[in-house]
């Protein structure tokens, strides 16, 4: 039930729940990014009822989630922080593209400090589709915020409910196109309300956002690229990426951290060159469990994308 007085801030960034395109019936040939974040709210019945009137719309982004970039997550990141501190605001909503949402949703567990709950939802369908996902996507989200003890960064789409380090795309069409791997969801939203199976996850850890906010006129954060180590792997493309400054790389690898040995022998002079290396495994579930001996540290647990993330903040937090 809404607390009275509290409110809910709704940022928007854009993605496939914004889209449009000429033909309604087309779910695939549409443009991303196109609607307001205002017009989409208002397009939801039943939308301000549930949070009570209280819900604050504010445009941060109108990019395809496949665009996101360092700039982008910088205006989050603020815009995020600024609103968590307002005593009165509940929790936030974030609308998001489902190609990069969990990279985002695993940024802002990392940058912000907060024991509120911030939702991210999305859509897999256009909202000019016969039967759109993101109405019933955003009325869940603000059922997520409202729940007796929500806390931590979070994403919710098609009816369940992920926690920001195992949430991942795992379908590029169907509706039902997350999941959170060997972990499995938090728990599902039916009818307006949280049904969970697992505890909600801790709250962000903050560790970044202060080197973020000292450095917030940097025009470039570091370079850091995810690397695949794939059968006839060659050297080539990690000393080209080293010569060309890259400050940090990981690897996806294939099963528990293996990489072709020719890939593995440039990573390693990457590693002796400076160049922050980390390994994590390609595979779909599971995690890279280390052995003694090993030279190249381990993701713990973060898959490749998530690790890319978390070593962009380190080198950024170490600056």
Same mark, same amino acid.
């Given at each position: ?9 709704? =940022?928007?960034? /854009? ?17 991303? @990014? ?26 941060? @982004? ?16 603020? &815009? ?5 501190? !307002?005593?009165?605001? %509940? /929790? ?13 949703? +695993? ?9 509120? $709950? ?11 589709? =016969? ?10 989200? *603000? ?23 195992? *949430? ?5 069409? %169907? ?6 791997? !060997?972990?499995? $969801?938090?728990? +599902? ?5 949280? %049904?969970?199976?697992?505890? +909600? ?5 903050? &560790? ?23 059968? /006839?792997? &060659?050297?080539?493309?990690?000393? #080209? =990426?080293?010569?060309? /400054? ?15 040995? @020719?890939?593995?022998? @440039?990573?390693?002079? #990457? ?7 980390? &390994? ?11 052995? $003694? ?13 998530? #690790? ?12």
């Amino acid at each position: 039930m809404q607390v009275s007085g509290q409110k809910i801030v709704v =940022l928007g960034t /854009g993605g496939t729940i914004a889209g449009t395109s000429s033909q309604a019936g087309d779910n695939i040939g549409y443009t991303a @990014a196109q609607v307001g974040v205002e017009q989409l709210l208002a397009a939801v019945p039943g939308l301000q009822v549930l949070a009570g009137g209280m819900l604050v719309a504010e445009q941060v @982004a109108q990019v395809d989630s496949k665009d996101m970039d360092d700039g982008v997550w910088r205006a989050l990141a603020q &815009r995020c922080a600024h609103h968590l501190a !307002d005593p009165d605001v %509940r /929790g936030l909503v974030i609308t998001h593209g489902t190609d990069t949402l969990e990279e985002t949703a +695993w940024f802002l567990h990392e940058v912000l400090d907060t024991t509120k $709950p911030v939702v991210l939802t999305c859509a897999m369908r256009p909202a000019t589709a =016969l039967t759109p996902d993101g109405p019933q996507n955003l009325l869940d989200a *603000v059922a997520v915020v409202l729940a007796p003890g929500a806390t931590g960064v979070v994403a919710v789409a098609a009816g369940e409910l992920h926690a920001a380090r195992n *949430v991942q795309k795992v379908h590029p069409y %169907r509706v039902h196109a997350f999941n959170s791997g !060997d972990a499995g $969801p938090l728990g +599902w939203v039916e009818e307006g309300r949280v %049904r969970l199976v697992q505890n +909600w996850p801790l709250p962000p850890v903050g &560790r970044a956002f202060p080197a973020i906010k000292t450095g917030i006129e940097s025009t470039e954060w570091p370079w850091v690229e995810v690397v695949l180590s794939h059968a /006839g792997a &060659r050297a080539q493309a990690v000393d #080209a =990426l080293v010569h060309a /400054g890259v400050r940090g790389l990981v690897v996806a690898c294939t099963g528990n951290g293996t990489i072709h040995h @020719a890939l593995e022998a @440039a990573l390693l002079r #990457a590693q002796q060159a400076g160049v922050r290396v980390v &390994r994590a495994t390609r595979c779909a579930e599971g995690q890279v469990l280390p052995k $003694p001996g090993d030279v190249l540290p381990d993701s713990q647990g973060l898959s490749p994308v998530k #690790a890319r993330v978390a070593l962009l903040l380190d080198l950024l937090q170490a600056h």
